[in-house]
Structures are given as structure tokens and as C-alpha cells.
């Protein structure tokens, strides 16, 4: 079965400095990774994807997340906070050949002080 | 990438009731899914909607609870049925429109059951 653990229930980093959060999985085979960002009072947004290639990806407000196959990781990292960055951010997975079945990681909650 | 349209966007109900939940998408899209936002928690699929067949429950999902329909390519809701206050959640429909990579999520129906 495939699962998604995010070990901090919360990140605290100054503005300004560089930030990450922390994600693994387990999943058969190679997997499908995604971050989203769910910000205060507004939706589930979808921040980047894994999908093939590279092992940086780089996705939307300057974020990037580093696939790390022999850790089974996937942490995503800002190399500048900013206050607005305050959120709640969910890492997923999905396999391979799974259809689009995509699982959940408990989520971070990244407070970003100024 | 797709737009959705959730309605409504709260309600608070009283237990044994049931709600209807709308999503509208400005686009055609295979499958639907619909997601369960527990208070401080992550969240958990309750089933995948394919136009013009039954809809896939998760595992812990039943359809007598949570009956889903998909008339067509851009529309779908779902019932929570005969409430108690264990189903007070946020309610989210997602798609992942064609080409894409990634889930574009409704803006959520926040419930509460008394």
C-alpha cells in the first residue's frame, strides 16, 4: 500500500531565510509526487509534481522539491521565506499505474515569522 | 486548468438530515474525486466518479452514506446522508483536467452537523 509521512506537524524559519519541509513515501515502484499549498480561509492549491527527469522541480512562488529515490524523499524548500508563505502544505503520491488515485501526507503547517 | 464551481460553500445541519454537494467544471474531465477534510487533518478519498458508471468507493466509504452521481462530463455531487456530528468535515471535489498533472480542487463545503 502506498503512504505519505510529513515528520513535522509544523515548521517555524525567519523571513528571509531558507525553508523546508520535510516529506518520504512508500509506494511500489517509482512514484507520482505533488506538493499542494492550502492557504488560510482559501482552497487546496497545487504548488509541483514529480513525474520524470530531473530530480529538481520547480514549481509556483519560487518553491522547489528535490526527489531523492534511495531516501524515498521528497522534500520541498524555499531558499528565501516569506511571511506570505504561511500555510498548510500537503505532500501526496501516487503510483505508478494506479490510476489517479493520489494519497495524502498528513500535512505541514509552515509559519513563516517576520 | 480547470475551474470549479463548489456549492454550497458551509452549511450547518441538523443529524439524521442529509446535504447535496454541487461541483461544476468548466471543462469535460474523466473522473471526479471527492475528498473528506477532517478538522486538523489530512485528507482522505472517499470515492472516484466516472461518467456513466457507478462510482469507486474507498475502503471505510459506502455508497448508502455517500451517494454520488456524474450525469455527465462537467458535473457531479455528492450526498452525505443521514448525518451525525462525526460528519462534520470540509468536502472537497478534485479533478486532474486532461494534459495535466496535478489536482484542481473545489474551494471546499465546510459541514457541521448539530
Redesign the interface.
Known amino acids: 500500500a502506498q503512504s505519505v509521512a510529513q515528520p513535522e506537524d509544523q515548521v517555524n524559519v525567519a523571513e528571509g531565510n531558507p525553508l523546508t519541509v520535510k516529506c518520504t513515501y512508500s509506494v511500489s515502484g517509482n512514484p507520482?509526487l505533488?506538493w499542494?499549498v492550502q492557504y488560510p480561509n482559501?482552497?487546496?492549491?497545487?504548488l509541483l509534481?514529480y513525474?520524470t527527469g530531473d530530480n529538481l522541480v520547480k514549481g509556483s512562488y519560487g518553491f522547489e522539491a528535490e526527489f531523492n529515490k534511495s531516501q524515498t524523499s521528497f522534500h520541498l524548500k524555499k531558499p528565501s521565506a516569506l511571511v506570505s508563505d504561511s500555510a498548510l502544505y500537503?505532500c501526496a503520491v501516487r503510483a505508478r499505474g494506479g490510476?489517479?488515485?493520489?494519497?495524502?501526507?498528513?500535512?505541514t503547517r509552515l509559519f513563516v515569522k517576520a | 486548468s480547470a475551474v470549479i464551481s463548489q456549492k454550497p460553500s458551509r452549511d450547518i445541519c441538523q443529524r439524521g438530515t442529509s446535504l447535496t454537494i454541487q461541483c461544476q467544471v468548466d471543462s469535460q474531465v474523466t473522473m471526479m474525486f471527492w475528498y473528506r477534510q477532517q478538522p486538523g487533518q489530512s485528507l482522505t478519498l472517499i470515492a472516484t466518479a466516472n461518467q456513466g458508471s457507478e462510482a469507486t468507493y474507498e475502503s471505510g466509504f459506502v455508497i448508502d452514506k455517500f451517494p454520488i452521481s456524474r450525469p455527465n462530463l462537467t458535473f457531479s455531487t455528492l450526498t452525505v446522508s443521514n448525518m451525525s456530528p462525526e460528519d462534520s468535515s470540509i468536502y472537497l471535489c478534485s479533478v486532474e483536467p486532461q494534459g495535466a498533472w496535478g489536482y484542481t480542487f473545489g474551494s471546499g463545503t465546510r459541514l457541521t452537523v448539530v
Not at chain 1, 482559501?42 to 497545487?46: V, W
Not at chain 1, 490510476?99 to 500535512?107: V, Y
Open positions: 507520482y505533488f499542494y482559501r482552497g487546496l492549491q497545487f509534481k513525474i500537503f490510476g489517479f488515485k493520489t494519497i495524502f501526507g498528513a500535512g
